[in-house]
């Protein structure tokens, strides 16, 4: 199995996601091969000081790098030696079992899109959040950015795309769906709200325990949680913001603590044909591991192959 | 200058709002009268038990309570003798300066929209909510569950709406307005953002900073922030949650007790004729007190003739 990281990726890359990388490694101890993928003359230095340690890891040469102001989809089109257009190259060829970035969110997005594409039948791909819960564990939230608009379809999408995640990726057993809104009530929220609740009520596919609120997201009424993309963004930017003033303020708790997305690593997109993960621009190296052993996790647990089929019908 | 509380309102009234409306007048100190609105027979013993100290609160009479489980257009119009109905067509007729409750929301929006009426020139009153911030102070949110479904045009007068309520009642000199988003750049955002933050852009009345993303709520970015009461809601009720969960934990901080609803007391509806304050329904006495004094301090500032005059034009 070989677990990929774009080696360009992130604030403090090439040198976080090098260290990332080999902690990675050897974490997995030989479960699963980290490659890296990167400008040869920047990562290949990063990787000879860790000697031995790094002595498993491959290097795939790609000379170009997105920035993160760029244009995603022209930078994308116009980079093809670049880092991430490499890696989903080489993910979409089936010589990778997961993709992994800090960079550019635009241009992961764009590469899921363009190159290993949509799962048939899915109508957008989603990228998925990991929520603490105060119970122990976590859910997940999504859409979370990748569609700021939606339609009723696709937050019942996001519902099966979530809840097989929660099954098969976080082993959670027929996982409660809950959908984001402004009251408990059937019939209260928005026109995408209030549809989507008739959808998602509807879907054999899933357990939906219909509407939840804000207070909620913590709490046990549901393991995935469904929104649009504008919504679920201000929701995660919150949280973490709730987590950097209790760090600034020196107030630790284990269930705060699992707020750090370093303990995460990174939000997958679900809905594709291949597993891709979007890392934090302020990655660490601890981030960048994580980040790597839940792409192995993805891979290990076959999540593409279970949304392939069951959209499939 | 009479404050009135609706004595009915609220999972624990009469007894919280005696209370509380007891509380409230002594720290008035003659500034200005709580007049209580409700059953004679359930409010008059629980005013008697405060002996002198409830001396100076008038009790005005109404037979009926417009409950929580109610549809609150068809109670509000059923039920003309409840404390709603007579509180509002007191503070219609100009009988009382500001109107506060902790009873049913919708049955408060309700007869806003009916009694007092929006202010001419506005779409749409919003329920803002107070934000604590970081450096100090507060900040308000709006709108945060009035209209689920939002126009352009009504998030652009939100910012004006709160810019006026920041300024005259919470006396911050101009005040910046940002518009809560999924990302800074101008072009991010849903159809509803993205046209939102051109009106606001040019709107000659308030001082717009631009977009703001989840993580700035409590920072000083933005004085006002200016969402749909979907999502504002969710972000209220998020925020609530967190609290709860560090009292729960016993972690306490000067910043974080600022979320505690009770320290307010209450969310004024902006865009009415009138001074019009929900409370929680969960309220305490303290919490009722810190609501009428709210409504005092909303009735001084003179902030509904403000807006006024302002939408005249």
Redesign the interface.
């Known amino acids: 199995m070989k677990i990929a990281l774009d080696a360009m990726g992130g604030d403090f890359a090439p040198q976080a996601a090098v260290d990332g990388a080999v902690l990675a490694a050897e974490k997995l101890d030989g479960k699963a091969q980290i490659v890296l993928i990167g400008q040869e003359e920047a990562v290949r230095p990063l990787l000879e000081q860790h000697g031995p340690a790094a002595a498993s890891l491959i290097l795939i040469p790609a000379s170009q790098v997105i920035e993160m102001g760029e244009h995603p989809a022209k930078a994308y089109q116009q980079k093809q030696d670049s880092s991430i257009a490499v890696g989903y190259r080489m993910l979409h060829a089936g010589e990778l079992d997961a993709f992994c970035s800090a960079g550019s969110t635009g241009a992961m997005l764009v590469g899921a899109m363009f190159s290993v594409k949509a799962v048939p039948g899915v109508l957008r791909p989603a990228i998925a959040n990991f929520v603490p819960k105060?119970h122990g564990g976590y859910g997940i939230l999504l859409d979370v950015?990748a569609n700021?608009?939606c339609k009723p379809e696709m937050l019942e999408q996001f519902g099966e795309l979530g809840s097989l995640y929660a099954q098969y990726v976080l082993g959670i057993n027929e996982p409660k769906v809950g959908l984001?809104?402004?009251?408990e009530e059937e019939g209260?929220?928005?026109?995408l709200?209030q549809a989507a609740h008739q959808l998602l009520k509807v879907n054999p596919h899933i357990n939906f325990v219909g509407n939840i609120?804000?207070?909620?997201?913590?709490?046990s009424k549901a393991d995935v949680i469904v929104?649009?993309?504008?919504?679920g963004?201000?929701?995660?930017?919150?949280?973490?913001?709730?987590y950097?003033?209790l760090v600034e303020?020196q107030?630790h708790?284990p269930?705060f603590d699992k707020f750090n997305y370093e303990a995460i690593g990174g939000s997958p997109i679900l809905g594709i044909n291949d597993n891709a993960i979007i890392g934090h621009g302020v990655s660490t190296p601890f981030a960048i591991c994580n980040m790597l052993l839940q792409g192995y996790q993805m891979a290990e647990s076959g999540i593409s192959d279970q949304i392939k089929s069951t959209f499939k019908s």
Not at 188 to 191: A, D, H, L, P, Q
Not at 227 to 231: A, E, I, K, L, P
């Open positions: 105060m950015g700021a608009e984001m809104n402004l009251g209260k929220g928005t026109v709200t609120e804000g207070r909620d997201l913590f709490n929104c649009d993309g504008y919504t963004n201000v929701v995660l930017k919150l949280a973490e913001s709730i950097d003033i303020k107030m708790d269930f």
